[in-house]
């Protein structure tokens, strides 16, 4: 069994946050070309390869993203406008609990990594998370790590 298969055993969801306004960078940053394909049209087409058969939330504020075309996502608006990806993540899991999402893990990935999602799933599969466990990956490497019920 592969790492990515073990991570996805009890995945539920993907999530894609891509709700900020880009004041640094000057554009949006989904939207950014790397090698001939905008960042948010190359991470929805890596998650479906991985064919994990689970919803894609796309936390993007008020923005919604042509070159997605027909794409099966979802959009979610942030819990609070314009509080940050916190908000943006908020309101996927709500997204996700009204459509049934009770238990497992829910993907959340920023739309600006350079790392496909199928790299990160493969770290969170080797931190070996609970499912009411949360983890940090930056870059390729787990920083924090933390259980509801470890105070």
Not at 24 to 29: A, L
Not at 30 to 56: C, E, M, T, Y
Not at 80 to 108: M, R, T, Y
């Amino acid at each position: 069994m592969t790492a990515t298969v073990r991570a996805t055993a009890n995945l539920k969801a993907a999530v894609i946050l891509c709700g900020g306004d880009s004041r640094r960078m000057g554009t949006d940053k989904a939207l950014v070309d790397v090698d001939g394909s905008p960042l948010l049209q190359r991470h929805v087409a890596a998650i479906r390869r991985l064919n994990l058969g689970v919803p894609i939330y796309i936390s993007s504020g008020a923005k919604r993203y042509a070159i997605l075309g027909d794409c099966d996502v979802t959009y979610v608006d942030d819990v609070v406008a314009g509080a940050g990806p916190l908000s943006g993540l908020a309101g996927a899991l709500s997204a996700a609990e009204k459509a049934g999402v009770s238990d497992g893990h829910i993907f959340a990935m920023p739309v600006d990594t350079l790392l496909p999602p199928g790299v990160l799933l493969n770290k969170l599969t080797k931190a070996g998370l609970a499912d009411s466990e949360v983890a940090l990956i930056k870059g390729e490497r787990l920083h924090a790590r933390s259980h509801e019920n470890s105070g």
